[in-house]
């Protein structure tokens, strides 16, 4: 099964920043908004086996992956919430 595991992780990302308190929207629509723009700018992460994406989490650990992730989602954020797509 081929995986983006980056999708995995900027979607686990977002997860945690509405837990904290995130003052937009939170319906599935503007979550998949900002996931889709944050996903845009970042580089996918494709893995092929469970191995591969377990390799490639420990990697996205790594301190400039996890400030890529959180920068282009706040950004995605921002985006969204001056943006709404519905009423």
Do not use: F, W
């Amino acid at each position: 099964m081929l995986t983006n595991v980056m999708e995995n992780v900027a979607r686990r990302a977002l997860q945690n920043l509405i837990e904290r308190g995130y003052d937009g929207c939170t319906c599935e629509r503007c979550q998949n908004d900002i996931l889709a723009i944050a996903l845009n700018h970042l580089p996918p992460q494709y893995s092929a086996s469970p191995a591969g994406e377990v390799y490639i989490k420990a990697k996205m650990l790594e301190d400039q992956a996890a400030v890529d992730v959180m920068q282009e989602l706040a950004r995605a954020m921002e985006i969204v919430r001056e943006h709404k797509r519905h009423a």
